[in-house]
Each structure stands twice: as structure tokens, then as C-alpha cells.
């Protein structure tokens, strides 16, 4: 347990987060964080994640992509960021560290 007295997951090991999908407890919640949403290790893992009921709340930018139309909630992230251009993340960061403080 922690703060949120809630236990909480996170896969740091590529391929470990399907592992801990497929092991969710059934009242369990998960969150999928993607700049693009259009990741397709995040979307195979958001179709498990459907698959056994889990819900599940998409992080991602404003606009059309699938992680924000297949998950359970969607909350949008800032995209006012020029790829091309920037030096640094600072919006993104700030925006989904907003949200998860939210949450």
C-alpha cells in the first residue's frame, strides 16, 4: 500500500506489463499513459485489458487516436508542443502530472 492506499502496479520491463494484466485483480483499474495513443504495445495491452473487464483510463493527447476511443475514459493531454521544435517536454509532463494528482 501507499498514500493512495491503493496497490499500484507499474511495468518497468518491456512485455511485464501484459504479465500483470492477465494478474489484475478484478476491481482493479488501470491507467495508459501515450503522448500519440497510437502505441501498439499500449494498444494490445488496452485489448487484455478489455478482454477481462478491467477499466481503463487513457492519458493521452487531444484528437483523434485508438487508445483514446478503445479505453474506458479518456483525459486529454496538452499538444501544443512542436516535435519538431522542442527542447523539452515541459507541458506534457506538467499535464499528466496534473491529471495523475487528480486521479
Same mark, same amino acid.
Given at each position: 500500500?501507499?498514500? %493512495?492506499?491503493?496497490? /499500484?502496479?507499474?511495468?518497468? /520491463? ?11 485483480s478484478p476491481d482493479a483499474?488501470? %491507467? ?7 502505441? &501498439? ?13 478491467? &477499466? +481503463?483510463?487513457?492519458? +493521452?493527447?487531444?484528437? @483523434?487516436?485508438?487508445?483514446?476511443? @478503445?479505453? *474506458?475514459?479518456?483525459? &486529454? %493531454? *496538452? *499538444?501544443r508542443e512542436k ?10 509532463? *506538467? ?9
Amino acid at each position: 500500500m501507499n498514500r %493512495i492506499q491503493k496497490n /499500484v502496479t507499474l511495468s518497468a /520491463v518491456r512485455g511485464e506489463e501484459n504479465y500483470d494484466a492477465y494478474n489484475l485483480s478484478p476491481d482493479a483499474c488501470a %491507467i495508459l499513459i501515450s503522448y500519440s495513443g497510437e502505441n &501498439p504495445n499500449l494498444l494490445a495491452l488496452n485489448t487484455i485489458l478489455r478482454a477481462r473487464n478491467i &477499466p +481503463t483510463i487513457a492519458i +493521452t493527447s487531444i484528437g @483523434e487516436n485508438r487508445l483514446s476511443q @478503445e479505453c *474506458t475514459c479518456f483525459l &486529454p %493531454i *496538452t *499538444t501544443r508542443e512542436k516535435l519538431y521544435s522542442k527542447i523539452g517536454n515541459f507541458t506534457i509532463n *506538467t499535464s499528466i502530472i496534473f491529471l495523475l494528482n487528480v486521479l
